[in-house]
């Protein structure tokens, strides 16, 4: 990874909280100071606050429950709203959505060691079916850029990386994890998307398969509908074709 490559997320991270974090209005660390990394003149950084003191993260083994689920999907909703609500940002975020196929071909070097380490036979099929996926770069720009704009969806600023280990849950005084958000983090390849990237990856990612998964999918999607047409106050005041593509699959809220 060339050091210009490199330095692309810290660039964005710095944009997302000069440019963006007033306009979303959602669970954001406080942020002091940003100094953008430039080559051969100046490092970079982002001074912000402690969150140790508020909140922590879950374990790549640990599951979100459904309250907490719920919490993501409302603030997902209030984020979408006020950025449908602004215009000029548009056109402006794409890159990062091409750069991610980088990363992921980065992630993948990984794998071939894991699966020597984890000794689990069955997932040397796995990984070689998906891989096809994985590593086919013409595809996830198509995900990334394209698929939504094909079936009329407006564009977002999407997070890019929505799992446990972005998101800081509250805690109380003991430390013991509460349902509300702290902090969303890590915002390196934020960039302009599909609405429902962060939700499929958040619903990927964040939960077991077996049980809260299950349970989320029966709900998530019109959920997050009902949470939308509630920050706009009326469902008139939705984009049209977002309202057309989520009635196609969604039944109403009771």
């Known amino acids: 990874m060339n050091q210009k490559f490199r330095m692309i997320p810290s660039l964005t991270e710095c944009v997302f909280y000069n440019n963006f974090a007033n306009i979303l209005q959602i669970p954001l660390p406080k942020i ?21 003191i508020k909140g922590k993260c879950l374990s790549h083994f640990q599951s979100m429950n459904l309250t907490q689920v719920k919490c993501f999907i409302r603030h997902l ?32 070097e990984a794998i071939d060691e894991f699966l020597v380490n984890c000794r689990r036979k069955e997932l040397f099929h796995l990984v070689d079916k998906y891989r096809k996926f994985s590593l086919n770069t013409e595809y996830i720009n198509f995900v990334n850029v394209q698929a939504h704009k094909d079936l009329n969806l407006p564009s977002v600023i999407v997070h890019g990386d929505i799992s446990a280990n972005n998101m800081m849950l509250c805690t109380d005084s003991d430390g013991n994890v509460q349902n509300e958000i702290a902090a969303i983090i890590d915002l390196q390849v934020m960039h302009e998307g599909s609405p429902m990237s962060d939700l499929s990856c958040f619903l990927t990612l964040c939960f077991d398969g077996g049980v809260v998964r299950r349970q989320t999918e029966e709900f998530a999607i019109q959920y997050y509908f009902y949470c939308l047409v509630k920050e706009f106050g009326d469902a008139n005041l939705v984009p049209k074709s977002f309202e057309f593509r989520m009635i196609t699959f969604l039944l109403p809220m009771d």
């Open 77 to 108: 909703a209030h984020w979408h709203k006020n950025i449908l609500s602004t215009e000029n940002w548009r056109g402006k975020y794409l890159k990062n959505a091409i750069t991610i196929a980088n990363f992921v071909i980065g992630d993948d």
């Open 32 to 52: 002091y100071k940003t100094v953008e990394w430039i080559i051969g003149k100046q490092e970079g950084c982002i001074h912000m606050e402690d969150l140790s």
